[in-house]
């Protein structure tokens, strides 16, 4: 395999912060056009003065200005900064390198890897059977294999959309090897969250190992958070003989196959749900869609940000709001049958609209699924979201829980279910994880 020369994952950074600072010209051309920034402290701050602070601080400045902080903190990934700016650097990039140095002096979310995973661990295991549920947990053993398909971390909360995916795969004969979890996590928490950049260097150098065990042609990836951060804040880390791509570039690129494939039409009207910060990967859904047959597709709704979750439209809440409720809307006025959501943060996000009963909200491997002529994976995060009764919700996943080997106190999971469902480690809670708790630790 091409591996470039071991360098530690802080020089890399900042050598590529300080690029982009002395490149940076202050314009404030990517701050104009950001669409966080009226939702945040930075509102009535001139742009050039905003971009400013971000730079001043990645050559070395002690402190982010308060306006700056909140633009770095609150970015949604949209992306929109990126062609906007005259000297052709990526803010995207820039702010996540900014985040990053800012974590790295005190962090707002801290233990969160921590508290993260052992949610992850817990939500999956009540939604999937023992063989299931190590196949996404327990690397598999090397081999040579053209593909390996990445899951990331946090795609294991709604784990029956990986199911659907592998499925499409097996579908297309694929020679693949499954690599996930959060013991092949890309390493953006570390980095990014928690600032710990050493941490952060072995997580992603461990990710990258296992997929360099295989000898690969392909890492086909599920999610976008990792793609981000793999295929763009640390791209030129580490050189590689395989190709990063997202799983929808391979499915588009043997989408001939699909089609001959597609055998169960789906009369059907969808509206569908996009981001602007991954607008290739909303074009191939969109091909993918256009291939089923009998599929109508009313209207494709695009928000800002690159996913919905902690990491991309959450971060700016009061947008996220505005721009759900307008896509609940269309989808209400259009009278559509389907909602079609594209990645795992916004599935979790749409289910429960599902409980109005005016339509059904399904990811597009459900749909792929489904014209293949199989049964796509139960959804049981819909499942416990439609029931709205923890109670209920524990008595449904507990036998889940201990046929994986987690044996949690069914009070305590009514207790602190809702909030490890919510993902509120990303805003800094989850504390029933701290050490010496009850089930702090799950096995």
Known sequence: MERSAPQSLANFLTAEAQAIADRCTKCGQCVSVCPVIPYGAAVNTVPGQVVGGIVDFLSGQEQLDPASDTWASTCNGCGLCIPACPEEINPRKMLALASARSASRGSKTPELFRRMSRAIKIMAAMQLIPEEFRRVFVPPRRRRAPIVFYLGCNALRTPHLLFNSVAVLDALDADYEVVGGPSSCCGVIATKWEGEIRTGERVTANAIDRF????????????????????????????????????????????????????????????????????????????????????????????????????????????????????????????????????????????????????????????????????????????????????????????????????????????????????????????????????????
């Open 212 to 443: 360099e065990g295989f000898s690969p042609e392909r890492v086909l990836n599920w999610c976008p958070t990792c793609q981000l951060h793999l295929g763009e804040t640390l791209e030129g880390y580490r050189k590689s003989s395989y190709d990063f791509d997202h799983l929808t570039e391979y499915l588009v690129s043997r989408i001939d196959e699909l089609r001959e494939k597609f055998v169960i039409p789906i009369a059907r009207r969808v509206i569908v749900h996009a981001h602007v910060g991954r607008a290739d990967i909303c074009r191939n859904v969109d091909l993918l869609l256009r291939a089923i047959p009998g599929l109508e597709i009313i209207e494709t709704v695009f928000e800002s940000g690159y996913t919905c979750g902690g990491s991309g439209c959450s971060k700016s809440p009061e947008l996220a709001a505005r721009e759900h409720n307008e896509l609940l809307a269309r989808a209400d006025a259009t009278g559509a049958d389907i909602l079609v959501t594209l990645y795992h943060g916004c599935h979790a996000v749409f289910i429960g609209a599902e409980a109005d009963g005016k339509f059904r909200v399904l990811n597009y491997t459900d749909l792929l699924v489904e014209a293949l002529g199989g049964v796509p994976h139960a959804d049981r995060l819909k499942e416990f979201r439609l029931l709205d009764d923890w109670q209920m919700i524990v008595e449904e996943g507990r036998p889940y829980l201990q046929a994986n080997g987690l044996d949690i106190d069914p009070e305590w999971l009514k207790q602190h279910g809702p909030a490890i469902f919510a993902s509120l480690e990303f805003k800094g809670q989850l504390d029933c994880f701290e050490k010496g708790h009850a089930h702090a630790n799950p096995a």
